[in-house]
């Protein structure tokens, strides 16, 4: 059957301005609804979405018992309570067909840890569901309770293959809530993809990652990890030996993304364990390390990445973020340089040392040198901003 696809975007009001254009108009087109297999809804900064629309908007999920594809953004609708999360939540009871779903709460302050509750007790009723991605970034009423309760559902949705969470810029959220996910996600033994944004979420440490990171090792299809730990301002070298040596056991990875900028007390000495982690990662194909404004990281931290790549013969993708790591100097480069003309299957490469003041000109000929073997590579991207 040909896939129906309905698009309801909300840049000026739309179709949801006050008394214009209502949600009705989904019923009196009740033959094409009941094709429809993929629904996207935006209404970015729509201060009149409120409970009563998305209850609307909830009771035509009824009519809509094929669908397989959901994404709906609220970012910015203030209006928005635990009783519309409620309501959503009700409503997906009668999407049985739902394989993906990405929801979108970003900035919604309104949100509460029990409407989170409500809301994850409905998720875990999505036996098909098979990619489930949630923002709730900025919304700073959340805490350990609300992050507890997901997790709790997110485990009993055995069809899950990938989850994408986005719970950043949360000051209560502390190790108590990572660890009470990461126990969740150990259960999840058929995950491949995880991403988890826990950026400037400032109360959790080294005890809560490692937690983390046990959990992880413990799920043997992986084949992604997405972790953004950048501004934990408490996460400190330690973090990096059970790091290593819970992503030694996941065989299967292929593409691994760490974030740790403005994490201040990292420093030279945790990216030599790193190095001996990615060694070890035979099979992993795109890799991406952020370590921007490590004030503390410099040419011995780079001189680790460099001998940790050289031994990675599958990479294909490589990011490199160092920008305003102030200790980073021509000599770096030139090791990095060296480091390159190993990875002779690498595609793209994107390095950033924007505003690492100590780099000059005389540094050029070396990475150059490096870059000329790279026979495959068709994008490059070099950030050198001062």
């Excluded at 970003?106 to 994850?120: E, H, K, P, R, V």
């Excluded at 952020?290 to 931290?301: L, M, N, S, V």
């Excluded at 160092?322 to 994107?350: E, F, P, W, Y």
Aim: with cysteine; glycine share 6%.
């Amino acid at each position: 059957m040909k896939r129906r696809e309905i698009n309801l975007w909300s840049f000026d009001g739309g179709w949801l301005r006050p008394n214009i254009f209502e949600l009705q108009k989904l019923s009196r087109a009740s033959k094409f609804t009941k094709k429809i297999t993929r629904l996207n809804i935006d209404c970015l900064k729509l201060l009149h979405i409120t409970d009563k629309r998305l209850q609307i908007l909830a009771d035509h999920f009824k009519r809509l018992n094929i669908i397989k594809d959901i994404n709906m953004d609220f970012m910015g609708c203030e209006n928005i309570t635990d009783n519309g999360l409620k309501s959503l939540s009700e409503g997906f009871r009668a999407l049985k067909s739902l394989q993906s779903t990405n929801l979108i709460f970003y900035d919604c302050q309104n949100l509460t840890d029990t409407g989170l509750a409500i809301f994850s007790r409905g998720l875990k009723r999505l036996r098909n569901l098979k990619s489930l991605s949630l923002s709730f970034q900025g919304c700073r009423k959340f805490a350990d309770k609300g992050l507890t309760n997901l997790s709790k559902s997110l485990w009993r949705i055995h069809s899950l293959r990938n989850i994408n969470l986005n719970f950043s810029w949360y000051k209560k959220i502390s190790n108590l809530g990572l660890s009470r996910l990461s126990q969740s996600l150990k259960k999840m033994k058929t995950l491949q993809s995880i991403t988890l944004n826990f950026n400037d979420c400032v109360e959790i440490n080294d005890a809560g990652f490692q937690d983390l990171c046990k959990s992880l090792s413990q799920i043997p299809c992986l084949e992604n990890i997405n972790l953004d730990f950048g501004r934990c301002i408490s996460l400190t070298n330690s973090i990096f030996p059970g790091l290593c040596e819970d992503l030694q056991k996941l065989l299967s990875l292929k593409c691994l993304t760490l974030n740790f900028e403005g994490c201040q007390l990292l420093n030279d000495d945790g990216l030599s364990s790193l190095r001996k982690v990615l060694k070890n990662l035979i099979y992993l194909q795109n890799i991406s390390l952020t370590f921007a404004e490590c004030q503390d990281i410099g040419d011995k931290g780079l001189e680790s990445i460099r001998k940790g790549l050289k031994r990675l013969p599958a990479l294909q993708n490589v990011h490199i973020n160092m920008a305003s790591c102030m200790r980073v100097t021509d000599g770096g480069l030139h090791s990095l340089g060296k480091g390159l003309k190993k990875l002779v299957v690498i595609q793209k490469l994107n390095l950033n040392f924007a505003l690492c003041n100590q780099i000059t000109e005389q540094a050029l000929p070396s990475l150059s040198e490096g870059l000329r073997p790279l026979i495959n590579l068709q994008e490059l991207t070099l950030n050198f901003i001062m």
